[in-house]
């Protein structure tokens, strides 16, 4: 069965650069979520859209934004970074309404700022 | 705001052992999800089991149960037999659910319980 697509699995960017990255959720999902998990931290909720438009916010920085494309696909992007945005970035989808709302996890994609 | 409480950092049992791994949640909410995500070293989120809140009976998926106590706030994971595979952190997690049945306002998750499976 296909998952979520997360690329890219890994990124180096420094210091007050700008970062993208990208989520391809499962097909017929109309719910995704992005998460961020620092090192030894649980998933911290960031943001999430339903049907192409924001849903939810959670700890999101002023400095990132996100949108879904009318393909259900979603960007995470991130300005000025920070030494303190290295960080395991993970997106989940899901099916508004399915029962037990399971949310699936991509596998992540590995943000290093030096 | 929810929150969900591991008081297990990290747990060490013997290969084939029973093994209870312990969580609590607050909530105003009545309607709600919670969930046991296992995390190996590979860092990738897996669903190991889910509770619908407005079901009385536990959940049970192969090895794992859920023991689901709404009044008390308390959803702990019971793995029986357990395997070397097994040993991953493992997250508690609650979602609240939304106006249509499905979820809101994403994950709230607890800090994790590191379960070692020792041969």
């Known amino acids: 069965a296909a998952g979520v697509i997360q690329s890219p699995r890994h990124l180096i960017k420094e210091k007050r650069e700008t970062a993208t990255l990208k989520c391809y959720p499962i097909?017929?999902?109309?719910?995704v979520y992005w998460y961020q998990q620092g090192p030894g931290q649980d998933p911290q909720f960031l943001i999430s859209?339903?049907?192409?438009?924001?849903?939810d916010k959670g700890s999101i920085p002023d400095r990132f934004s996100a949108q879904q494309f009318s393909d259900y696909h979603s960007e995470l992007n991130m300005s000025s970074l920070e030494l303190g945005d290295s960080a395991l970035y993970f997106c989940?989808?899901?099916?508004?309404?399915?029962?037990?709302?399971?949310?699936?996890f991509g596998e992540g994609s590995w943000l290093t700022v030096v | 705001a929810q929150t969900v409480t591991q008081s297990q950092p990290e747990m060490s049992v013997q290969e084939a052992e029973t093994v209870t791994l312990s969580c609590t949640y607050d909530t105003s909410e009545s309607n709600y999800y919670l969930f046991w995500y296992k995390q190996p070293p590979s860092r990738q989120m897996i669903l190991v089991i889910r509770?619908?809140?407005?079901?009385?009976q536990n959940a049970t998926e192969n090895r794992f149960s859920v023991n689901f106590q709404k009044a008390a706030k308390s959803f702990s994971l019971k793995i029986s037999d357990s395997q070397l595979g097994d040993t991953a952190m493992y997250f508690c997690a609650f979602m609240k659910m939304g106006y249509s049945g499905g979820g809101a306002d994403g994950l709230t998750f607890g800090k994790g319980t590191h379960l070692i499976i020792q041969p």
């Open positions: 097909p017929r999902h109309d719910t």
């Open positions: 509770q619908e809140a407005y079901k009385q």
């Open positions: 989940a989808s899901s099916l508004e309404g399915a029962p037990g709302n399971t949310i699936y």
């Open positions: 859209f339903y049907e192409k438009m924001q849903s």
